[in-house]
């Protein structure tokens, strides 16, 4: 008897939801993992480690066909991607070199006297130019700092508590009280920042939150795993 389409619809969800391994052609493995979501170019792992993408061009056939791989819609899919990193890009220069016009005709209206000046440039930069702890930013904002400049945003952001808001994009339990959220990132970045993950140690209070609330948190920066930005030891914000 053919089974009913919601029935075929509860079990391939459930199939998504349970732990695996995987191990890929290289030999990474991925022990105990949950798939969190399948895009069409690679699955998005959580595992007791952090959360990686693994693309299926780096798996085995059998994964590959499980997940139903097709690389011409992969192919498609890269190609949109590359298409908003080139409009961020854009974006994102035209931003900065606004930015650098407002601090100069700042700095030109308001001259910082010369002591104060000397401690700017042995500290490595101005007090506009560095940012202020506590402060609140947003989840689009933070990644696109670790996509632009790894090397700039670790220096700057990393290890820091920081207020941050975005949108919900999906809420995952590990089972043991503990919760993680992702935030939604417009696009692809360029560099190797492409996702941002929230992890509670304590989920109470995001059971009222679904994907698509806005959201803030409070968490310290741990900075960049595969292509996942991390916050740690995160809470609701008040």
């Known amino acids: 008897m053919k089974a009913p389409p919601f029935l075929i619809v509860v079990v391939c969800f459930a199939s998504i939801a349970l732990a695996d391994d995987f191990k890929t052609i290289d030999g990474r493995e991925y022990k105990n993992a949950k798939v969190s979501r399948v895009e069409p170019d690679g699955i998005v792992l959580i595992t007791k480690s952090g959360i990686s993408k693994v693309y299926f061009t780096e798996l085995p056939k059998e994964v590959q066909e499980r997940f139903h791989y097709d690389p011409q819609k992969a192919a498609e899919f890269t190609s949109q991607t590359k298409d908003g990193i080139d409009q961020l890009l854009r974006q994102r220069a035209d931003d900065a070199q606004k930015g650098l016009e407002e601090r100069t005709e700042y700095w030109s209206e308001n001259p910082t006297p010369r002591p104060l000046r000397e401690s700017f440039a042995t500290s490595g930069g101005s007090a506009l130019d560095r940012p202020g702890y ?8 933070l990644v696109s700092q670790y996509a632009l400049n790894q090397v700039n945003a670790e220096r700057l952001y990393t290890g820091k508590t920081l207020t941050i808001s975005g949108t919900i994009k999906s809420i995952d339990s590990s089972g043991s009280g503990r919760a993680v959220v992702e935030l939604f990132v ?44 991390i916050v740690k030891d995160c809470r609701l914000a008040r």
């Not at 506590?134 to 904002?141: L, M, P, W």
């Not at 995001?206 to 310290?220: C, D, F, K, R, S």
């Open 134 to 141: 506590g402060q609140s930013t947003t989840a689009v904002f």
């Open 186 to 229: 417009p696009g692809y970045f360029v560099g190797k920042a492409w996702f941002m993950h929230c992890i509670f140690n304590d989920a109470r209070g995001l059971e009222q939150y679904q994907a698509g609330n806005p959201i803030g948190v409070v968490g310290t920066v741990e900075g960049l795993r595969r292509y996942t930005l």
